[in-house]
C-alpha cells in the first residue's frame, strides 16, 4: 500500500469535535481508534505528527491500520461521516420468505390438508412447499416463524 503524503491538518472546530467524541458517551472501540489516531497525525498546532510506528504501538494497532485511517479521513467529505459506520444496504443472506412466498404458504395453510392428516404440521407444510418446487428448501421453522407473525400458528 503506497504512503499517502498529504498531510492531516484539522481546524479548531474538528479537533474539538474529535476530542470530545473520544471522551463523551460509549462508542465503538473501532470509531474511538480511529478518532485517537487522526489526532495523533494532526499537524494543525504546529508540531510534527507522531511517525507510524509510535502510533501503532501507542493504540495498538499495526501501520497498516493507520494508513487506511488516513487515507479513509482524506477521502470522507465530513467529519461526521468518517465518525460513522458504514451502513449496510442489503442483508448478508437474502431471506428465502418474501411476500409472495409467504402468501402461498398462508394459502397452503388455509387449504385442506393431505390424506390421513387432521391438519397440517409445519413439517408437512415444509416439505409440500419443497414438493411443489415453489422453493428449493425450507426449514419448518421458517414456516412457523412466518405463520406465527400472521396469527395462524400451527403449533
Known amino acids: 500500500m503506497a504512503k499517502t503524503k498529504k498531510k492531516i491538518v484539522l481546524s479548531s472546530e474538528q479537533r474539538t469535535k474529535l476530542v470530545a467524541f473520544i471522551s463523551h458517551g460509549s462508542k465503538s472501540v473501532r470509531l474511538t481508534r480511529r478518532a485517537q489516531i487522526i489526532l ?31 487515507d479513509a479521513f482524506l477521502r470522507s467529505p465530513s467529519l461526521e461521516s468518517f465518525l460513522q459506520r458504514k451502513k449496510r444496504t442489503t ?18 395453510c388455509c387449504s385442506s390438508p393431505p390424506k390421513g392428516y387432521s391438519r397440517w404440521t409445519v413439517r408437512l407444510l415444509a416439505d409440500k412447499y419443497v414438493e411443489l418446487g415453489i422453493i428449493d428448501s425450507i426449514s419448518p421453522m421458517t414456516i412457523n416463524r412466518t405463520l406465527k407473525k400472521t396469527n395462524l400458528s400451527r403449533t
Not at 91 to 108: F, M, R, S
Open 40 to 70: 495523533a497525525l494532526d499537524t494543525s498546532t504546529g508540531h510534527l505528527p507522531l511517525h507510524d510506528e509510535q502510533i501503532a504501538s501507542t493504540y495498538q494497532v499495526s501501520r497498516q491500520t493507520i494508513q487506511v485511517v488516513k
Open 91 to 108: 442483508p448478508p443472506v437474502a431471506p428465502k420468505v418474501t411476500g409472495d412466498v409467504e402468501a402461498h404458504i398462508i394459502a397452503l
